[in-house]
């Protein structure tokens, strides 16, 4: 299985300052036939599901503000936050679908400082 | 717009059979562009993907291994719904589940059923 792990757990940022949340994989998510990451961003907020953030690594999905980022390849990832704002406190989760079985990581959990 | 609703009971007994459905709308349990997957969610394991789903001449299903044997996914047509059987189930199957729809394009999870809160307890 590829474990996936995130850090930090949590972090507390000032309003409009960045976050970045980095994610690493156990092993490479990268398809090659299509050279694509299959690594995905999810954001939880309490009581409710998941919702999709950025796909391929870095494709941001459509309606997600564009103050949320992606990058990397391989087995590294970073999420980032470019200003946080107030409704921006969740727990954010890196998932691979690379090889099942699918997985996620353990979450970071962002909160305003 | 796609929309994913879950069913089912809050409290399941030791051994007995947890069942749950997710059905669906605004897509079809059949479309050629989807996957329909099951995740659950506790405190101990985190985000867990039990298995899926999809359909491209014929049904194909994936599945973890923690519960590879006591898994049953079914998708019906006729009611468009994806519905989940876990048997034998244990304290430790206590979760939030989940149905979602897997992008066949891009692999990501982009809609997900609003969550059900399943107990195991005499």
């Known amino acids: 299985d590829i474990v996936m792990t995130q850090s930090p757990d949590s972090l507390a940022v000032s309003l409009g300052e960045r976050a970045t949340i980095n994610c690493k994989s156990s092993q490479s998510v990268l398809y090659s036939s299509n050279n694509k990451n299959y690594l995905t961003w999810y954001q939880q907020k309490p009581g409710q599901p998941p919702k999709l953030l950025i796909y391929w690594a870095s494709t941001r999905e459509s309606g997600v503000p564009d103050r949320f980022s992606g990058s990397g390849s391989g087995t590294d990832f970073t999420l980032t936050i470019s200003s946080l704002q107030a409704e921006d406190v969740a727990v954010y989760y890196c998932h691979q679908h690379r090889s099942i079985p699918f997985t996620f990581g353990p979450g970071t959990k962002v909160d305003i400082k | 717009q796609v929309q994913l609703q879950q069913s089912g009971p809050g409290l399941v007994k030791p051994s007995q059979t947890l069942s749950l459905t997710c059905a669906i709308s605004g897509d ?42 006591r898994i049953t996914l079914n998708p019906d047509t006729s009611e468009n719904q994806f519905p989940l059987q876990l048997n034998s189930v244990t304290p430790e199957d206590t979760a939030v589940y989940y149905c979602s729809r897997g992008s066949s394009r891009t692999g990501a999870f982009d809609i997900w059923g609003q969550g059900t809160v399943v107990t195991v307890s005499s």
């Open chain 2, 28 to 69: 079809s349990v059949s479309s050629d562009s989807a996957t329909w997957t099951w995740i659950r969610q506790s405190p101990s394991r985190g985000l867990e993907w039990l298995g899926r789903a999809y359909y491209t001449s014929k049904w194909y299903f994936d599945y973890a291994v923690s519960v590879k044997g």
